[in-house]
């Protein structure tokens, strides 16, 4: 699996839409294009490639990280179209168009993001491993909570939304922390949600 | 990953001929059980049918007073929707106390319904997994059990359907409707669309080669209190070793539906018969034919006294 999105030579498929069925272990590319930080871009990608690879590998932003690749640790969490998801298990071909947002375009050294500036106030990391995606997350938990969607323990589920430490929680469980930054990453997150009020 | 050709139809129909027509072809929605299959090699389709943008995206009232879930409906946005929080709260909660933020964004209704079970034996391709290669043997059966079905299973399979979305949808009487090869459609009540393991576990669905979801139904609102608890070994993020969908009446009659504990979401109807009696009388009827193993018996009073709390909640 690691060998996907090595395969830029093969010839493309024509037409990414056409049905073209292969035999068994015949690599196929196909050309993909998406806006990635506000910039358009456009890849000839083997089918198997994830929007993770074509990100770090094929994109060379490296800010998003390859945790387990299998969807349960975050590190991958990027915002595709305003909605934070595990670019490992998305496949870069089935992001025709969409407009991705990685860490890298959150903000720079120079201009950090506010939500990058409260990581660094409250010290919500050790390793760093898992920031990009844990940053990712928190600034589409903020949005999901202004859109009203409710999560696990929200009590009232017609009332309005509103953040709490529960809820921050709650949100984020999808982000996992081995170095257990928890208690931090919640302080930021909660410093940014009460100055955006 | 094995290798694979992509194609995007334009309609359900498409779709579903396209499937018919190569054996070794699979439907993509969100993919994030797929996909994290396919990096094991556990699923290993020559051919992808992409599914999406084919316009099963939405939630409409039915004439009958229901409402019609595209297949393609996200579970973050079933889960928000106004009128499911409303009228069938018991879905979005099942919803919400799912996967993740991230997963939920993605993972899509046919898609929930249609994942592969999370036993260990059957990811792990160093062991037998009669699920995985039929005739191979069942490896969870001596093996750690303690996640495992307690009812509903057999000798060949011990597995259990993972998703809370479809306990729920059980206990709303919710039915799917699907598109064939030929253009035909039809519906199928959620009760029916999983099989039971028997000695083919390997066949978890009677939908047809190249048949596919188009949407899932709900019929009007049942009303009552309604209510889903999860027990799991973390507060949020895992699996449910049993959870309990329930719609309790004001005279105490109701439904309920178990997860967790079958390869479907498990329902008796004779077990809601009972439900007025209490949580012993339902749980001792849920459960009349179960055959735990020594590590997972703890779910047969792990349910009844969670079916009690459950409606305890619902009195009070």
Redesign the interface.
């Known amino acids: 699996?690691v060998?996907?999105g090595a395969c830029a030579a093969l010839p493309a498929?024509p037409g990414?839409?056409?049905?073209?069925?292969?035999?068994?272990?015949?690599?196929?590319t196909?050309s993909v294009s998406m806006s990635v930080n506000g910039e358009n871009r456009t890849l000839q990608l083997?089918?198997?490639t994830?929007l993770l690879d074509a990100l770090r590998e094929h994109l060379h932003l490296t800010g998003t990280k390859k945790g387990c690749?299998?969807?349960q640790c975050?590190a991958c969490?990027v915002i595709v179209d305003g909605?934070?998801?595990?670019s490992?298990?998305?496949?870069a071909?089935?992001n025709q168009g969409v407009q991705v947002t990685t860490i890298e375009g959150l903000g720079t050294v120079d201009d950090l993001h506010p939500m990058q500036e409260a990581f660094v106030k409250h010290d919500g990391f050790q390793c760093g491993y898992c920031t990009p995606g844990q940053i990712c997350?928190s600034v589409?938990?903020l949005d999901?909570i202004k859109?009203?969607?409710?999560?696990?323990v929200?009590a009232d589920?017609?009332a309005p939304m509103a953040v709490s430490e529960a809820e921050i929680?709650?949100?984020?469980?999808?982000?996992i922390c081995r170095c257990g930054a928890y208690s931090n990453i919640v302080a930021a997150v909660s410093d940014v949600a009460g100055r955006q009020g | 990953?094995?290798?694979?050709?992509?194609?995007?139809?334009a309609s359900p129909a498409e779709a579903a001929t396209?499937a018919s027509?190569?054996p070794?072809?699979k439907f993509?929605a969100g993919?994030?059980n797929l996909?994290?299959l396919?990096?094991?090699?556990i699923e290993?389709p020559?051919?992808?049918i992409?599914v999406?943008g084919l316009g099963l995206d939405t939630i409409e009232p039915t004439q009958e007073g229901g409402l019609r879930i595209g297949a393609l409906v996200r579970n973050?946005t079933l889960?928000?929707d106004?009128r499911v929080?409303?009228d069938y709260?018991v879905l979005?909660?099942a919803l919400?106390?799912g996967?993740?933020?991230?997963?939920r964004?993605?993972a899509t209704t046919a898609g929930n319904l249609l994942q592969r079970t999370r036993c260990p034996y059957f990811y792990d391709t160093a062991q037998p997994c009669n699920k995985r290669q039929p005739g191979s043997g069942c490896s969870a059966l001596g093996g750690f059990s303690r996640q495992l079905g307690v009812v509903g299973t057999s000798d060949a399979c011990i597995a259990t359907h993972p998703s809370d979305m479809a306990v729920a949808m059980r206990v709303l009487d919710a039915t799917v409707e699907t598109v064939k090869p030929d253009a035909s459609t039809r519906t199928i009540p959620l009760g029916d669309l999983h099989r039971l393991p028997g000695d083919s576990p390997h066949l978890e669905t009677v939908l047809e080669k190249g048949e596919l979801i188009t949407a899932v139904t709900l019929p009007k609102p049942a009303g009552g209190t309604q209510i889903y608890r999860k027990v799991r070994d973390r507060?949020?993020?895992a699996f449910a070793l049993i959870s309990v969908a329930a719609i309790v009446q004001r005279d105490g009659s109701g439904r309920v539906a178990i997860g967790g504990v079958a390869p479907k979401p498990w329902r008796v109807e004779k077990a809601e018969a009972e439900l007025p009696r209490g949580a012993k009388a339902a749980a001792s009827a849920l459960f009349a034919d179960a055959r735990p193993t020594h590590e997972n018996a703890f779910k047969l009073p792990l349910v009844e006294r969670t079916l009690d709390a459950v409606l305890a909640q619902a009195r009070s």
């Open positions: 699996m060998a996907a498929m990414a839409a056409r049905a073209q069925p292969v035999s068994r272990g015949e690599p196929v196909a083997d089918t198997r994830t690749d299998h969807g975050g969490t909605q934070r998801i595990n490992c298990l998305t496949l071909i089935m997350s589409a938990v999901e859109a009203g969607i409710p999560s696990h929200t589920l017609t929680r709650e949100r984020l469980s999808g982000n | 990953m094995r290798a694979f050709s992509y194609e995007k139809p396209a027509r190569n070794e072809a993509i993919g994030t996909l994290d396919m990096k094991l090699e290993a020559t051919h992808l992409d999406n973050t889960a928000a106004q929080r409303r709260a979005s909660r919400l106390s996967a993740s933020g991230q997963l964004n993605r507060a949020s993020y």
